[in-house]
């Protein structure tokens, strides 16, 4: 005979009375990464609070924060998939300083300040990339789907056979373009970006990995191909 399993009441009270009902958690909403001054299209413009940005304070100090997202119609560039003939917004941080990403509702992270290395532009906007140690390495574990496909979280693990042969398969794809303790415990997380058919930055966090990786995804901004 199977145990039932009891919902945790909430209790309204209207004077002396109390009327008790059992309510059903909400999921947890889904983390979110921008990159500033990206182009959405209109369905895809986020609301304003709830952000932290990630900011990059000189070449060794970086921090998280809160901060305020707004969008800002593009003029002149009009989106002609289905609402045809609006306009596409570019996401804008609030603020003096701006962040490189934003990130919101990532399990783990949390306003502080912290030391790292990366996150430097060049002058065609990409990042510096930067060499791991040579025990580790970036790799990718992707489950198929019947209806897409398949679904893959970027991770960190030391460098074994098996993580060679999940990271050799497009090795040039991936590159680290960040490195520090994002999540406080003590331990490196990662922004790697991945170029190629989709290009995208994941971040790891090391507060996120199972006992196979030294850091896993927790999030990710895949960069618009249609600006």
Same mark, same amino acid.
């Given at each position: 005979?199977?145990?039932?399993? +009891?919902?945790?009441? &909430?209790?309204?009270?209207?004077?002396?009375?109390?009327?008790?009902?059992?309510?059903?958690?909400?999921?947890?909403?889904?983390?979110?990464?921008?990159?500033?001054? *990206? *182009?959405?299209?209109?369905?895809?413009?986020?609301?304003?609070?709830?952000?932290?940005?990630? #900011? !990059?304070?000189?070449?060794?100090?970086?921090?998280?924060?809160?901060?305020?997202?707004?969008?800002?119609?593009?003029?002149?560039? +009009? #989106?002609?998939?289905?609402?045809?003939?609006?306009?596409?917004?570019?996401?804008?941080?609030?603020?003096?300083?701006?962040?490189? #990403?934003?990130?919101?509702?990532?399990?783990? +992270?949390?306003?502080?300040?912290?030391?790292?290395?990366?996150?430097?532009?060049?002058?065609?906007? !990409?990042?510096?990339? +930067?060499?791991?140690?040579?025990?580790?390495?970036?790799?990718? *574990?992707?489950?198929?789907?019947?209806?897409?496909?398949?679904?893959?979280?970027?991770?960190?693990?030391?460098?074994?056979?098996?993580?060679?042969?999940?990271?050799?398969?497009?090795?040039?794809?991936?590159?680290?373009? &960040?490195?520090?303790?994002?999540?406080?415990?003590?331990?490196?997380?990662?922004?790697?970006?991945?170029?190629?058919?989709?290009?995208?930055?994941?971040?790891?966090?090391?507060?996120?990995?199972?006992?196979?990786? !030294?850091?896993?995804?927790?999030?990710?901004?895949?960069?618009?191909?249609?600006?």
């Amino acid at each position: 005979m199977c145990a039932m399993k +009891l919902r945790k009441p &909430w209790v309204l009270r209207l004077g002396g009375l109390a009327l008790i009902a059992a309510a059903d958690a909400l999921p947890p909403a889904a983390p979110e990464m921008l990159a500033p001054e *990206t *182009t959405v299209h209109p369905a895809d413009v986020p609301s304003a609070d709830g952000w932290l940005g990630f #900011y !990059r304070l000189d070449n060794h100090r970086f921090a998280l924060r809160p901060v305020t997202v707004e969008a800002q119609a593009v003029d002149g560039d +009009l #989106y002609f998939g289905e609402g045809s003939g609006q306009s596409l917004f570019k996401i804008v941080a609030k603020g003096a300083i701006k962040p490189a #990403y934003v990130l919101r509702n990532v399990p783990g +992270l949390s306003p502080h300040g912290f030391t790292g290395r990366g996150l430097t532009e060049h002058a065609d906007g !990409r990042h510096s990339t +930067l060499s791991l140690p040579s025990n580790l390495a970036i790799v990718d *574990t992707c489950v198929s789907r019947e209806d897409g496909p398949p679904t893959c979280r970027v991770g960190v693990a030391d460098r074994t056979p098996m993580a060679d042969d999940v990271a050799s398969r497009r090795p040039e794809a991936y590159a680290a373009i &960040w490195v520090g303790d994002a999540d406080g415990d003590g331990r490196d997380d990662y922004l790697i970006e991945h170029h190629g058919e989709l290009s995208y930055t994941v971040l790891c966090l090391s507060s996120a990995a199972g006992a196979d990786r !030294r850091a896993q995804e927790v999030s990710r901004w895949r960069h618009p191909d249609y600006c």
